[in-house]
């Protein structure tokens, strides 16, 4: 087989099932093509010759009854995985070896998965474009000086660029889902809940969420279904009943409700992403959907309320990082020196301006008027949800209200650059699972994504509609492997 | 509503975070143009919504309180920057 590494996930499972492809065969395609891809930055650190180790052992004795049989992954590296070098993209973990696993990655290596290495992110996943690692920026697979997306911009390029079959990222405000668009690939961040975050180096709580970033579909529904599970390390773990993502997949979406918000339609928005918005909606309808104009009012207070809960929530998580326990220190004359130097030097400048804002927001005489202020909102921008829900099953939207730009563009430009998120973020303060599909393509010939938004639990049910759009669409991505010499 | 140097300082010293002039310039302008972003809020009145503070439809569950990680204090000392190997190392607190 000449192209391993262009293969889906399913088949490569089968081919390793049918004994046609070797875990070695498949682990040293990954790892070759890795190694020269080196110019996308995609990866912080590679356990390649471990991964070959691993890949031959299972070989000898291959358990062909587990979901991802002897399937090479990496991962993004913000998961604690256990012995190997764990930095969330920033300098004050540079050095950081977990002693323990997370629940998501474990689940994934019972399933007969092998690690191939840890990719590539924003600094504590807080950043649009990748652009905020203190590992330098990824390139995009697509074209070359283009921005991946963020946080979980390694892993993106890693699966778009084929470096991966398929991997995880997690999703604070769109980290998958934005990223998937700009990349081509497909991205679901499941129900807050539904995956455990025990484990994933934390960023604001009540809105993290980890999630499967796949080449199609199904890909994406198979590893949704080895990393979803109840877990009691995590207090907000959910134990409900969990479907079998891949084997449930249907095409039949006939009958099925599909929302349309006008609110998403934006100032200044591209008028390519407003034709894609009108073909997704004829995709739907040609599955025997019916489309039903909705309201989510609240919608563009979003963003600004995002902006008060995240980095109030990372300004606490972050308060652990003390240069005391584990972590980057620097010196200082005294501890509160001490202290105060580590975090200095240790965080990037986009972290440092997060931590600030969400302690000012959380501090004496300000609490009320911004963290409190923004819970309200949240719960209203719920209810908008739950509003629309009663009437639909799923909602449509755009992605993002871009394709992806170039590095450098959106740098200097905090506002900017958090408006990219406008299309995702409201999701995340809701709780709702949703998933990015690519859906065509802008004038440059850069990726454009839809997002299917599902109502709590409803995973099954917006993989369905995206299985069943994906046919339709039969979208092509543009890969020409400039990065390769 | 404006974000003034002296601000920038307080912050700064709640968040053990030092910042120098030169930094502090540049992050009152980036604070200023976020809050006047995050000032859209005010538009709303709130005043009857109960605040939202999570959205895990469901009750946190009681577990018995017993310890599940014995004898694990050279995993914990080992990423520490600086430790005597029983405890961690810090700059004198005490004269």
Redesign the interface.
Known sequence: MSNITSLSLTSLVNNIKNKKLSSEEITKAFVDRSEKSKELNSYISEDFSNAIDKAKKFDQNPNLNLKLPGIPMAVKDLFCTQNIRTTAGSKILENFIPTYESTVTQNIWNEGAILLGKLNCDEFAMGSSNETSFFGNVQNPIDKGLVPGGSSGGSAAAVSGQLTPVTIGTDTGGSIRQPASFTGIVGLKPTYGSCSRYGIVAFASSLDQAGPMAQNVEDCALLQEVISSYDKKDSTSIDFKRNEYSKELTKDIKGKKIGIPKEYRIDGMPKEIEDLWQKGIQYVKDCGAEIIDISLPNTSYALPTYYIVAPAEASSNLARYDGVKYGFRANGENLIDMYEKTRSEGFGAEVQRRIMIGTYVLSSGYYDAYYLKAQKVRKLIKNDFDEAYKKVDAILTPSTPSSAFKIGEKKDDPVSMYLNDIFTVPVNLAGLPAISIPAGHDASGYPLGLQIIGKVFKEQEILNIAYAMEEKISFKNKITDWWIK | MS?DLK??K???K??????DEQKAEK?AG??N???E????????N?DK??????????T??F?SDEVQSKN?RE??I?????DNDDF?V????VE
């Open positions: 974000i601000t920038i307080h912050i700064s709640l968040s053990r975070i030092s910042v992050l980036d604070l143009s976020i809050f972003f995050i000032e859209k809020l005010n538009e709303l709130t919504v109960e605040p939202l503070t999570s959205v895990a439809e469901t946190l569950k577990r694990i995993q914990i080992k990423n520490s920057p600086e961690f810090v700059p004198k607190v």
